[in-house]
């Protein structure tokens, strides 16, 4: 049982390239989220999923696109990144039954650096 | 629109003495409250969380929370901090959407434990 599992760990980008980071769970949740975290500001959810091909925006959306193929992975996709984007970025997952009082499950995050 | 306000965003401590996090939130509609810890270089794990009933919500690690409706506040105690405390801890609240639910985090209090 793996948990929440992200890919990759670390990445350097120049300003202006796109990259997808990758999340999976195990644990048969409905309910997928990716947040980035900067300092001093916690952590901002960009887009969460309740199922398979559906998804929302969170607090901050724009310049992420996200993919839930399937109820195991969910992704984040950054098209022309930005120094601004530069973050560590967190997938969470939990179940959706009983909504928003379920605990979520944290991956190890990314830390995305762009140039 | 609900937010979340921790109020300190660093807190010294020593050894075995108390300490008290704090905690303020916002929202339209009935809450549900967490907090979260985070050790270094590592993702979110559940310390504690209110969803209903008792106003006094016990956690891992020795935790309490008191849930305040009409100071709505949040704030988390201990009655004797260990060094292994040391580490970022975030106030969380989550409610219901017509897309599923959401989790809004405050901006984290760093809590430093000193022999």
């Known amino acids: 049982n793996a948990g929440v599992t992200q890919t990759p760990k670390f990445q350097v980008l120049k300003t202006g390239q796109s990259m997808t980071l990758q999340c999976a769970q195990d644990m048969n949740h409905e309910y997928m989220s990716w947040y980035r975290q900067d300092p001093g500001m916690g952590l901002r959810l960009i887009h969460y999923s309740v199922g398979a091909g559906i998804t929302d925006q969170g607090e901050v959306p724009n310049g992420y696109n996200v993919s839930r193929l399937n109820k195991r992975e969910f992704s984040l996709r950054l098209e022309s990144t930005a120094p601004s984007q530069t973050s560590v970025y967190f997938c969470?997952?939990?179940?959706?039954?009983?909504?928003?009082?379920?605990?979520?499950?944290f991956g190890p995050g990314t830390r995305l650096t762009v140039l | 629109a609900q937010s979340v306000t921790q109020l300190d965003s660093q807190v010294p401590v020593f050894e075995e003495a108390p300490v008290e996090l704090r905690c303020n939130y916002s929202s339209s509609v009935s809450v549900y409250l967490f907090w979260y810890v985070q050790y270094p270089n590592q993702g979110l794990q559940l310390l504690l969380k209110y969803l209903s009933g008792s106003t006094l919500v016990k956690g891992i690690n020795g935790f309490e929370a008191e849930f305040n409706k009409s100071q709505t506040s949040f704030h988390l105690r201990k009655p004797s901090v260990h060094i292994s405390d040391t580490a970022e801890y975030f106030c969380a609240v989550s409610e219901s959407n017509t897309g599923g639910f959401k989790t809004i985090f405050g901006a984290g209090t760093r809590l430093f434990v000193k022999a």
């Open positions: 969470a997952s939990s179940y959706h039954a009983g909504g928003p009082g379920n605990e979520q499950f």
